[in-house]
């Protein structure tokens, strides 16, 4: 099973913009929808955005139109570019398959990267 490691997060202004990236060990292609979860504290890990093999999204209502999810298949890495930020975008952030889509079985949870919006 592919290792996901998660990697951008920070402290950044409301209105700012932050890139996230999601490196996988191994092959990313293996997987065919990969996704970027949020946890913010005393609330559930909630799926934000993903993005399969081929090119499909699907983004969080919340997320809609600020956030932006991109697949580098040849450097095995998954990016949320995150724009506009507000304070409730403050969780730590995974990435992880999406079962939702076929050949895209869920996996260990990483670290995360903490993304904080404040002033």
């Known amino acids: 099973q592919e290792k996901l490691v998660e990697s951008g997060g920070g402290l950044v202004q409301p209105g700012g913009s932050l890139r996230l990236s999601c490196a996988a060990s191994g092959s990313i292609f293996s997987i065919n929808a990969v996704g970027w979860y949020r946890q913010a504290p005393g609330k559930q890990r909630e799926l934000v955005a993903s993005i399969t093999r081929g090119g499909r999204t699907n983004y969080a209502d919340s997320v809609k139109g600020r956030f932006t999810i991109s697949r580098d298949n040849a450097k095995a890495t998954v990016y949320l570019q995150m724009n506009s930020l507000k304070p409730e975008d403050t969780a730590v952030y995974y990435c992880?398959?999406?079962?939702?889509?076929?050949?895209?079985?869920?996996?260990?949870w990483g670290q995360g990267t903490q993304v904080t919006v404040s002033s």
């Open positions: 992880n398959a999406d079962p939702s889509y076929y050949e895209s079985p869920l996996g260990s």
